[in-house]
């Protein structure tokens, strides 16, 4: 029975992938989600700096991926009748408590394999692309890249392609609080750490599980560290410490070339940078 279910369970995931790929949204809600991304794109692209050469190339690949995509879309809705008619079958049989007969399960994996094999060579190519776009940056762009959080206004001051609220954020309260008296902040530490643990959690991954002690002692020797600190090291050492401070509630940092790589990928492969950069090369001509 669960051989089954995950049988039929796997089917409906393909199908859920067409739907996703050819049913209508809300048009003002999508019009409204379209400008905030593009003004992303806008806001990194301005960040990067980019070269003729570097937009050509971007321009290039992200084309090849947009057809890439519309050949799985294409595809997807070819087959769909063929996964509905077979899903149908397999779940009439799953109803029965009846084994699902070997011409059946025979179709099922003939089309799970060939929507597959399409989604992977997608994948693959992104891959390909977005490690030649990453050999294409700067090492000044690459870093900028890296650090790049996608925001609509970006904010004064050199690194224009964004920067974390959260990590600003932090750093004001620990501003906040090496201002206090010592005899306040020793009267009131415990109620400051458990406030401070709060705020923090509302940026956690919902799905994070807290251990609340080990992150009050965290958070207690962190404070402790920056109301030792002289103004200078402080300053020199806020960014350093605000990181630590949030680390814990952070989930499982991915390796530097796969976050880099998936930013590319994400970003710079987008279909909606295409309009944007073609609108630039145009304008250089």
Request: glycine share 4%; aromatic share 6%.
């Amino acid at each position: 029975m669960s051989k089954r279910i995950f049988i039929l369970g796997f089917g409906l995931f393909f199908l859920a992938s067409f739907f996703l790929l050819s049913q209508p949204k809300n048009q003002k809600f999508d019009r409204s989600e379209g400008l905030r991304r593009e003004i992303r794109l806008v806001n990194l692209i301005n960040g990067l700096e980019l070269n003729s050469e570097q937009m050509e190339l971007i321009l290039t690949r992200a084309r090849e991926t947009e057809a890439l995509r519309q050949e799985l879309a294409a595809k997807l809705r070819l087959r769909h009748e063929d996964w509905e008619r077979v899903l149908g079958e397999i779940k009439s049989y799953c109803k029965r408590n009846k084994e699902v007969p070997p011409a059946t399960a025979q179709r099922f994996r003939g089309l799970q394999t060939e929507l597959k094999a399409s989604r992977f060579h997608l994948v693959e190519k992104k891959r390909e692309y977005a490690k030649e776009i990453e050999r294409a940056l700067e090492e000044h762009q690459l870093y900028q890249l890296h650090d790049f959080v996608p925001c609509l206004i970006p904010p004064k001051g050199e690194l224009r392609v964004g920067q974390s609220q959260e990590q600003k954020g932090l750093i004001r309260g620990m501003e906040r609080i090496r201002d206090f008296p010592d005899r306040f902040y020793e009267r009131k530490r415990d109620q400051i750490v458990k406030r401070t643990l709060e705020r923090m959690k509302l940026q956690a991954p919902p799905q994070l599980e807290v251990n609340e002690k080990d992150m009050e002692d965290h958070i207690h020797s962190i404070l402790e560290k920056a109301r030792s600190l002289e103004d200078v090291e402080f300053d020199i050492q806020k960014d350093e410490l605000a990181e630590e401070l949030i680390s814990p509630l952070k989930p499982q940092a991915l390796p530097n070339d796969l976050r880099l790589s998936r930013k590319i990928e994400a970003f710079l492969l987008s279909p909606r940078i295409i309009p944007l950069l073609e609108e630039r090369l145009g304008n250089e001509e």
